[in-house]
Each structure stands twice: as structure tokens, then as C-alpha cells.
């Protein structure tokens, strides 16, 4: 693997992978658009804190605008409606023969491919536990999937290096032919995350009060549904099967997916989801137009009806914006919402 390796992105996912590589002997370059972050981790380091590992890792930190060069090896780790812009941003850096990773949430490849180049733009999938704490200072809560695949699904040496690179970071890693069905996959869980970030419960709690498993039930057949309708094979992670969301599962195979989807969340102290943290703790415009949108968008181009996403979507913003609060009872008002049967 070419050094040095290239974050685009130091907050949860970028600064826990980054810091990663650095234990393992790689050099790498951090780029994040907090200035104060930027300064501590010059100054003082990255500190990685939580049960997987804790350390304080030393690396060169640049401003986007400060940055200098070309990378071979980059990985794009930003929230995903900053995608356009920090690609933009990121393309005079990209060497002629690199590759940009995206190690998002969402569908966020097809962003880069466009601005990037779909030859120079790779998909990649990630499940573990991390939030930033403030600056300089990013907790690795739980292990979880890392998966990392060719857009086109074919096996390229420069797929083999990276996988071989993650191995650094998660020895479970999987190099896959079928990317979009993690990512895919990850949407149907995702949108149940969202969901849970209308309560204060914690992820855990959440999926498994009784209270709630209907509606969030039928929000990921929604989900399920238009993935089915795009032609992906959803595929499962961390026990959580999405192929139990898709028409004609049955009631059975839902109800060990939301227990498994327990058990793991039960594992990490990362409690609440980061829709939840940017909300309650942030302050911030979450993910949910940027990741959820496209489910919506991909609905409508194939005739697969979508009320509960674009109701849910429609609620995140109202608590973005101060007019909603977290309650069980929106959970109520989600499933007013319907939702539409579908073969």
C-alpha cells in the first residue's frame, strides 16, 4: 500500500481509521474542516479513547485549503451531505492512479463517481461504534462490519491492497463483489436508526420495545421493497439480516433480525446513534435528506411508494429546526404516516 495514506475527514469513522493505520506503521495525512480540531491534532495529537483501544497517535493535519500534493490512497470519511462538496474540493489532490474510498454512510459512491470519476471512486462499507468527542478527541466504541468492493463487483489488485489494509484495522474485513448490497443493506438498517433518533431511547432500547417494532417493521420493508425494485441482494452484517425486510419475509425472520440488531448494539458503549448525538448533542443538520433521499428518489423511478421515509425524513428536519422534540409519541406519528403493501 502507497504511502502516505490520505483522510479526508478526521471525525468518528476517519480519525478511528486513521488512527488505525498509524499503529500498524502507515503514514497518513489528515484533512478536516474543523479548525480547532485541526490545531489540537498538530499540536497535542489524536487521542483515541474507549474499550477497543486507547492512544494518542501524531499525524499532519491541514485545513482543506491548506492541504498540498497528490495521494494515491484516500479515504473520503465525511457526513454525507458534505459529500459534493468536500469531492470537489478533494479532486485536485487525487493522483491520476488513485482512488478515493468511500467510508460513509449512504449511497454516497455514486456522489464521488460523478465528481471524481467512477475508475477512481471505490465502494466501501462500516459498522463499528465511533463518535467525535470534541476536538482532537474521537471514541471507538464498538467493532463492527468493514467491507470494501469495485463498483463494477470485479477483483482488482488495487481492491486486494486495500482490503489487505482494513485487515489492519478490523481482521474480520470482507472484500466483497457486491458492494451496493451492503450499502444498500446499511440503508435499511439506517433508516431504523433514524427512526430511533426521534426517542431519547438508546439504539438498543429502542428496537427492542415492542411499542415500536411495527412501525419500524414497516419502514424497512419500505426500504426492502425499493431495494428489491433496483435488483439488489441485500446482504447481512452483524446480524442483522435485511433480506428479513424484503416482501414475503417472514414474521419470523423479522423478529430475529431486531433481536440480533440488540445483541449487537448491547456490545457498545456507543449508546445512541450519531443522527441522535448531532440532534441532542450538536446541534446540527443531520444525514437524513442525504442518505434517506435517495431511498425515496430510487421509489419513485421505480413505482414503489415510500410514506414512511419521506415522513421520517420530514420529522428529522422538524427537529433539526427546532419544532419537534424527542418523544415516544412521534414514533406514533411516523406510523400515521402508512405505509403501502407491496408483492
Not at 489532490?93 to 471524481?116: C, F, K, M
Request: net charge negative; with cysteine; glycine share 10%.
Amino acid at each position: 500500500m502507497s504511502d502516505p495514506i490520505l483522510i479526508w475527514g478526521a471525525g468518528a469513522i476517519g480519525g478511528t481509521l486513521g488512527a488505525a493505520f498509524i499503529r500498524t506503521g502507515h503514514e497518513v495525512v489528515f484533512v478536516d474542516n474543523v479548525p480547532e480540531h485541526v490545531t489540537e491534532m498538530n499540536e497535542f495529537g489524536l487521542r483515541i479513547v474507549g474499550p477497543i483501544f486507547e492512544d494518542t497517535v501524531r499525524a499532519k493535519a491541514f485545513l482543506p485549503a491548506d492541504l498540498i500534493g497528490q495521494f494515491e490512497t484516500i479515504f473520503l470519511c465525511v457526513k454525507a451531505l458534505h459529500t459534493d462538496a468536500a469531492a470537489r474540493d478533494l479532486l485536485p489532490h487525487v493522483a491520476p492512479n488513485g482512488v478515493v474510498v468511500s467510508a460513509q454512510n449512504g449511497l454516497n459512491e455514486l456522489v464521488i463517481a460523478d465528481i471524481i470519476g467512477r475508475d477512481r471512486t471505490m465502494g466501501c462499507f462500516v459498522n463499528f461504534g465511533a463518535d467525535f468527542l470534541e476536538p482532537g478527541i474521537v471514541t471507538f466504541g464498538g467493532r463492527g462490519a468493514v467491507v470494501i468492493g469495485e463498483l463494477d463487483g470485479s477483483t482488482t489488485e488495487r481492491l486486494v491492497a486495500l482490503h489487505k489494509l482494513l485487515l489492519d484495522f478490523e481482521p474480520d474485513a470482507v472484500l466483497t463483489s457486491n458492494i451496493w448490497g451492503y450499502l444498500w443493506g446499511k440503508l435499511v438498517y439506517g433508516a431504523l436508526l433514524f427512526a430511533t433518533a426521534l426517542t431519547n431511547d438508546s439504539i438498543a432500547d429502542a428496537l427492542a420495545d415492542p411499542a415500536y417494532r411495527a412501525v419500524l417493521t414497516d419502514l424497512g420493508r419500505e426500504v426492502g421493497a425499493v431495494a428489491k425494485a433496483e435488483g439488489i441482494a441485500t446482504e447481512a452484517f452483524n446480524g442483522f439480516d435485511p433480506g428479513a425486510f424484503v416482501p414475503g419475509a417472514s414474521q419470523a425472520q423479522i423478529d430475529n433480525s431486531f433481536d440480533e440488531m440488540v445483541v449487537h448494539n448491547r456490545k457498545s458503549t456507543k449508546s445512541h446513534s450519531g443522527i441522535w448525538r448531532d440532534l441532542a448533542v450538536r446541534k446540527r443538520q443531520t444525514e437524513a435528506q442525504d442518505q434517506l433521499g435517495p431511498i425515496v428518489d430510487a421509489g419513485r423511478r421505480n413505482g414503489v411508494q415510500t410514506p414512511l421515509t419521506a415522513r421520517l425524513i420530514a420529522m428529522i428536519r422538524e427537529m433539526e429546526t427546532g419544532q419537534r422534540t424527542f418523544s415516544p409519541d412521534n414514533m406514533t406519528v411516523l406510523a400515521s404516516a402508512g405505509t403501502v403493501a407491496v408483492a
